[in-house]
T-cell receptor, first 114, second 114 residues
């Protein structure tokens, strides 16, 4: 079974630009979550989607947004990029939103903002 | 606010030494507890999880963890480490019914000397 796939693996953007990251969950998984990983703050929860609806949101500004499609694939968008947005963005999927279903993580997208 | 504390930032051990990594959480209500591992250059992988039942849980690669509710702790243990256990270890907690919203500790880097 294929794991969580994130594209692209690496991105370099300039301040003020916007970026879209993509995530394909494990087949059959309906819940997708996004995390930001930085050396200083560690892993921080961005948002969670289930059945195309945002179910939970972390403490990030409105420049960070996401969506989920009917096939459970998800995208996250960051607008008006800032230097501090440089991070590894991780996507994780699980079978369901509740119950005993742990998260399975992808390899991440490394975003560098210059 | 919910939080997870990992006591050690970096642990250095020789092969065959015993390992215990501390994790304490601050989270009201019923929780699920996890340990994830990130080997160099690889994605986050689930080591073990606790949802309910026996507080001593066994995971992959000989790891185990004990949930002590009165101490809000979920320490990770391994009787004899190997060089291949060199990785970063993350403790995480979520609220029952909110699988995607994991609160992570800052991580403990384990270096095992051959």
């Amino acid at each position: 079974k294929a794991g969580v796939t994130q594209t692209p693996r690496y991105l370099i953007k300039t301040r003020g630009q916007q970026v879209t990251l993509s995530c394909s969950p494990i087949s059959g998984h309906r819940s997708v979550s996004w995390y930001q990983q930085t050396p200083g703050q560690g892993l921080q929860f961005l948002f969670e989607y289930f059945s195309e609806t945002q179910r939970n949101k972390g403490n990030f500004p409105g420049r960070f947004s996401g969506r989920q499609f009917s096939n459970s694939r998800s995208e996250m968008n960051v607008s008006t990029l800032e230097l501090g947005d440089s991070a590894l963005y991780l996507c994780a999927s699980s079978l369901a939103q509740s119950g005993n279903s742990p998260l399975h993580f992808g390899n991440g997208t490394r975003l560098t903002v210059t | 606010a919910q939080s997870v504390s990992q006591h050690n930032h970096h642990v250095i051990l020789s092969e065959a030494a015993s390992l215990e990594l501390g994790c304490n959480y601050s989270y009201g209500g019923t929780v699920n507890l996890f340990w994830y591992v990130q080997y160099p250059g690889q994605h986050l992988q689930l080591l073990l999880k606790y949802f309910s039942g026996d507080p001593l849980v066994k995971g992959i690669k000989g790891f185990e963890a004990e949930f002590i509710k009165s101490k809000f702790s979920f320490n990770l243990r391994k009787p004899s480490v190997q060089w291949s256990d060199t990785a970063e270890y993350f403790c995480a907690v979520n609220k029952r019914g909110s699988q995607g919203n994991l609160i992570f500790g800052k991580g403990t880097k384990l270096s095992v000397k051959p």
